[in-house]
């Protein structure tokens, strides 16, 4: 059997991000990606336990370039979800909290994703859920170890 699991994650990542999107999408037809949502979510729950975000948390947090980053943040900031402050010790830092408006954005989409998050798993056992994240957990282990000419790292 020909198995291609990368191709077939890379699918079902695109999937999901495609009905995250249209589940997220804006009344003014404006989507909100699933990296903002969950950023978003990360900025919440860290500002709630009173810890400083700042931009270099959200890259490591998510595993993504400072490019990436640093554009999600800028469109975030356009869409006043987001503000960023020089932090008092160092004016290099920006400190990264949340408006009114991401608050209500970050309680109105838990809720969304939740509901989403429970369809997906709808008729799936709990033990086959078990051995599927465990699955996930050993598949981005393995790919940690794989250097760039594609050959395993001991």
């Known amino acids: 059997m020909d198995r291609k699991i990368g191709l077939k994650i890379r699918i079902l990542a695109n999937e999901l991000n495609r009905k995250s999107a249209e589940i997220l999408k804006e009344e003014d037809g404006e989507a909100s990606s699933s990296i903002q949502m969950r ?5 919440h ?3 709630s ?3 400083p975000v700042y931009q270099k948390d959200i ?5 993504i370039r400072r490019s990436t980053a640093t554009g999600v943040l800028q ?3 356009k869409r006043l979800f987001i503000e960023r402050s ?7 830092y920006k400190t990264i909290i949340l408006t ?3 608050e209500h954005k970050v309680k109105e989409n ?4 939740h509901k989403f998050d429970e369809l997906l798993m709808q008729g799936i056992p709990e033990d086959q859920l078990a051995i599927f994240f465990k699955l996930l957990e050993k598949l981005s282990e393995n790919s940690k170890k794989i250097n760039k000419e594609g050959e395993r790292i001991t």
């Not at 950023?39 to 900025?43: P, S």
């Not at 838990?110 to 994703?113: E, H």
């Open 59 to 63: 890259e490591q947090e998510f595993d």
């Open 49 to 51: 336990q009173q810890i």
């Open 86 to 92: 020089s932090c008092k010790e160092d004016n290099r």
């Open 45 to 47: 729950r860290r500002n």
């Open 39 to 43: 950023i978003l979510n990360f900025i």
């Open 100 to 102: 009114g408006l991401g």
């Open 110 to 113: 838990i809720v969304k994703l």
């Open 75 to 77: 469109t975030m900031e």
